[in-house]
């Protein structure tokens, strides 16, 4: 019995190594900190270097310093424009309140409050269009990916087609994506109006290939005895799909799925900026067809968001990536 207890305390491992494995944890995670820290330092004293070296004719470029103090100025822009909304709904409740008293059949009405939309107001519509073209080609391209990765002639047959199409510019997408829309489309919603529809298409139609071809690729790299023991136990084809297909090929639709997001959240800016729908491209084509003193530093503000939402959106898929998928060693990168 002693030897069995003595050959288990030398499997276990002992307190100094988880001690000694924390501490090395700890320590790497500090310095990725520090190096990370250090990185953008280094940028933001290059950047106001070089900002105060270039003049435009708008001014001089913007550095650190006046970006953030357009960061404070479109703060108090948007909580001036809500206190606005918020007085503006008072005064309709209040006028509505005075007729009803008069007139209790009176048919009171609120109505929408139309004013200017700020920046948090168009990062709020850019997310919302980017988030809604992406579900259409998300829920296009994995079925296709994966019968084309089952199936080899459907795949012949439609690669030339993926080939002609995945490098076409959003802005050749753009006039006819507007054109069939403004003939097609048809509705007084007040979230799906017909700029919303065309810019969500046209992110559609170009962020939808990086998931279809990496699908495609998932799913003819499912190991070979994986499916050998599909056919021998002769699964059904949705479980074939379901337990055998798709838990493999996980991993490669997500990587598609992430480039697709990332590729979708550069076209909208530029499909918002061309076609002047509302959103963050319209916000910088407005600031800078107004060519005030400031307009620089709210076009770098707009495009740090940019640059930090588009950060966000791919953690946030490797987090689902990791909910979702078997291998639980993906690394947040």
């Given at each position: 019995m002693e030897a069995i207890l003595n050959k288990i305390r030398l499997t276990l491992p002992s307190a100094n190594s988880f001690d000694f494995?924390?501490?090395?944890?700890?320590?790497?995670?500090?310095?990725?900190?520090?190096?990370?820290?250090?990185?953008?330092?280094?940028?933001?004293?290059?950047?106001?270097v070089a900002a105060s070296n270039i003049n435009t004719s708008l001014g001089q470029f913007p550095g650190p310093t006046q970006v953030w103090e357009q960061v404070g100025s479109l703060?108090?822009?948007?909580?001036?424009?809500?206190?606005?909304?918020?007085?503006?709904?008072?005064?309709?409740?209040?006028?509505?309140?005075?007729?009803?008293?008069?007139?209790?059949d009176y048919d009171a009405r609120i109505r929408p409050y139309t004013g200017r939309p700020t920046f948090v107001d168009q990062v709020q519509t850019s997310l919302l269009t980017v988030g809604f073209g992406f579900f259409i080609a998300t829920i296009i391209a994995i079925p296709l990916g994966i019968i084309c990765g089952l199936n080899s002639s459907i795949y012949s047959a439609i690669n030339p087609l993926i080939q002609v199409f995945k490098p076409v510019s959003p802005l050749a997408w753009l006039p006819l994506v507007t054109m069939v829309v403004s003939a097609l489309y048809v509705s007084d919603s007040e979230v799906f109006t017909k700029a919303f529809v065309t810019s969500a298409i046209t992110v559609s139609l170009c962020s939808?290939?990086?998931?279809?071809?990496?699908?495609?690729?998932?799913?003819?790299?499912?190991?070979?005895?994986?499916?050998?023991?599909?056919?021998?136990?002769?699964?059904?084809?949705?479980?074939?799909?379901?337990?055998?297909?798709?838990?493999?090929?996980?991993?490669?639709?997500?990587?598609?799925?992430?480039?697709?997001?990332?590729?979708?959240?550069?076209?909208?800016?530029?499909?918002?900026?061309?076609?002047?729908?509302?959103?963050?491209?319209?916000?910088?084509?407005?600031?800078?067809?107004?060519?005030?003193?400031?307009?620089?530093?709210?076009?770098?503000?707009?495009v740090i968001a940019i640059g930090l939402i588009g950060f966000a959106l791919d953690k946030i898929m490797l987090l689902i990536q990791r909910k979702v998928s078997w291998d639980k060693t993906a690394v947040l990168r």
């Open positions: 494995a924390s501490g090395s944890a700890i320590t790497k995670m500090f310095r990725s900190w520090i190096l990370a820290g250090t990185g953008i330092l280094v940028f933001l004293f290059m950047w106001h703060k108090a822009d948007y909580q001036r424009e809500k206190q606005r909304e918020r007085d503006f709904m008072v005064r309709q409740q209040e006028r509505n309140a005075e007729r009803l008293a008069v007139d209790p939808l290939w990086p998931t279809l071809i990496n699908t495609t690729v998932g799913v003819t790299s499912v190991d070979k005895d994986l499916i050998n023991v599909s056919r021998v136990i002769q699964l059904p084809a949705h479980l074939h799909v379901t337990k055998i297909v798709l838990p493999s090929a996980v991993p490669m639709i997500f990587t598609g799925m992430r480039m697709s997001l990332a590729t979708g959240w550069m076209v909208l800016i530029a499909a918002e900026m061309l076609a002047q729908n509302p959103g963050l491209g319209k916000f910088i084509w407005d600031e800078f067809q107004n060519g005030s003193s400031d307009s620089l530093g709210r076009i770098m503000v707009a």
